[in-house]
T-cell receptor, first 113, second 115 residues
């Protein structure tokens, strides 16, 4: 069975702080994909990143970075120098065969000025 | 490219009526589309997988007679909520899988309120 755990329900930080959102996944498949999505109040999902199980390289995109560690089944997301516009709900998701995404419960991030 | 639209973006209906939600892939063909439901402050839960030209596959606990899915073409899937009740009020999101690249893209969602 596939499972994604986002233990942090809500996080509140002050602008310019760094923040890390945790994601732990479970799967017995050797081929899988991991995703992060941002969901602002409008509801529309914003794709942030996709990672396949064979690529453990960390990735950086501007203020965003991702740490993928198969040894701990984690795919954590860090926002550096957070901004108010980063306030949203962030979902980690797992996809194996069949192509439907299995989402975590989400982490609500509030960045205050 | 890779745009998925949903119509309507929001709808309010009376209890007992039916509501149809459309999901379209605008610039690619999608043999498979997925329907998710999201209650307030909760995660997205897969409701069903829709395959063009065949019957949809529903997840456990989802009533197939209540949530009718039709995937009649490679660019359109519809979800009809029949005899809607207030507990069906939710945010419904579809995603479409691009046949060529096996990647899926999400629509903007439809907010359904049943009064």
């Amino acid at each position: 069975a596939q499972k994604v755990t986002q233990a942090q329900t809500e996080i509140s930080v002050v602008e310019k702080e760094d923040v890390t959102l945790d994601c732990v996944y479970e799967t017995r498949d050797t081929t899988y994909y991991l995703f992060w999505y941002k969901q602002p109040p409008s509801g529309e999902l914003v794709f942030l990143i996709r990672r396949n199980s064979f690529d453990e390289q960390n990735e950086i995109s501007g203020r965003y970075s991702w740490n993928f560690q198969k040894s701990t089944s984690s795919f954590n997301f860090t926002i550096t120098a957070s901004q108010v516009v980063d306030s949203a709900v962030y979902f980690c998701a797992l996809r194996v065969s069949g192509y439907a995404l299995n989402f975590g419960k989400g982490t609500s991030l509030l960045v205050t000025p | 490219g890779a745009v998925v639209s949903q119509h309507p973006s929001w709808v309010i209906c009376k209890s007992g009526t039916s509501v149809k939600i459309e999901c379209r892939s605008l610039d690619f063909q999608a043999t498979t589309m997925f329907w998710y439901r999201q209650f307030p402050k909760q995660s997205l839960m897969l409701m069903a997988t829709s395959n063009e030209g065949s019957k949809a596959t529903y997840e456990q606990g989802v009533e197939k007679d209540k949530f009718l899915i039709n995937h009649a073409s490679l660019t359109l899937s519809t979800l009809t909520v029949t005899s809607a009740h207030p507990e069906d009020s939710s945010f419904y999101i579809c995603s479409a899988r691009d046949t060529r690249v096996y990647e899926q893209y999400f629509g903007p969602g439809t907010r359904l309120t049943v009064t």
